[in-house]
């Protein structure tokens, strides 16, 4: 979903998901929408490459951003998730949310 944003954390991101999983190349992402200061909404294909069992053609709605990012798109943020977050943000770290398929 990262594949489509120009944001620093994006690039990181993705680097990030390329040397966790040992790949060099991710799914497919459509209908990009980046909001500024919120996050992004997209759809992507073809993750078989990240999990094997997954079908190749589905396609999953993901959702990347921060807390009223979620919020603004009906999944709320439960305490403990918003406690770790604040934890990585006290510490200097950005913290994002990802949500898949809801």
């Known amino acids: 979903a990262e594949s489509g944003s120009e944001h620093p954390l994006a690039?990181?991101?993705q680097n990030e998901c390329k040397q966790h999983f040992n790949i060099d190349r991710m799914g497919q992402c459509a209908e990009f929408k980046a909001t500024w200061g919120y996050g992004l909404s997209a759809t992507v294909t073809g993750i078989d490459c990240l999990v094997p069992?997954?079908?190749p053609i589905r396609c999953?709605?993901?959702?990347?951003?921060?807390?009223e990012w979620m919020?603004?798109?009906?999944?709320p943020v439960v305490n403990e998730i918003d406690r770790a977050m604040s934890t990585h943000?006290?510490?200097?770290?950005t913290a994002v949310l990802i949500a898949?398929?809801?």
């Open 11 to 13: 690039l990181a991101i």
């Open 89 to 93: 943000e006290r510490d200097g770290h």
């Open 53 to 55: 069992q997954s079908d």
């Open 71 to 75: 919020v603004r798109n009906n999944l």
């Open 100 to 102: 898949i398929d809801g």
């Open 60 to 67: 999953y709605k993901v959702l990347i951003g921060n807390r």
